[in-house]
């Protein structure tokens, strides 16, 4: 499958919830934020959200 981007957004583990769709077209990846940060583990998650735009054919 390839996707494209929709939307990106630093949300706060804390609070943030993530809607999930039946169709299973959309994509979300959620990783830890700030990308840099020298002490891991805050709270701040960078979410990306994805939707297909095509199906790759079968190996």
Do not use: K, N, W
């Not at 701040?44 to 735009?53: D, G, K, N, Q, S």
């Amino acid at each position: 499958m390839r996707f494209t981007m929709q939307d990106r957004q630093i949300v706060d583990a804390r609070t943030a919830t993530i809607s999930t769709q039946e169709d299973m077209r959309q994509r979300i990846l959620v990783t830890c934020y700030p990308f840099h940060a020298i002490v891991p583990g805050g709270p701040l998650r960078y979410m990306l959200i994805a939707e297909t735009v095509e199906r790759l054919a079968e190996d």
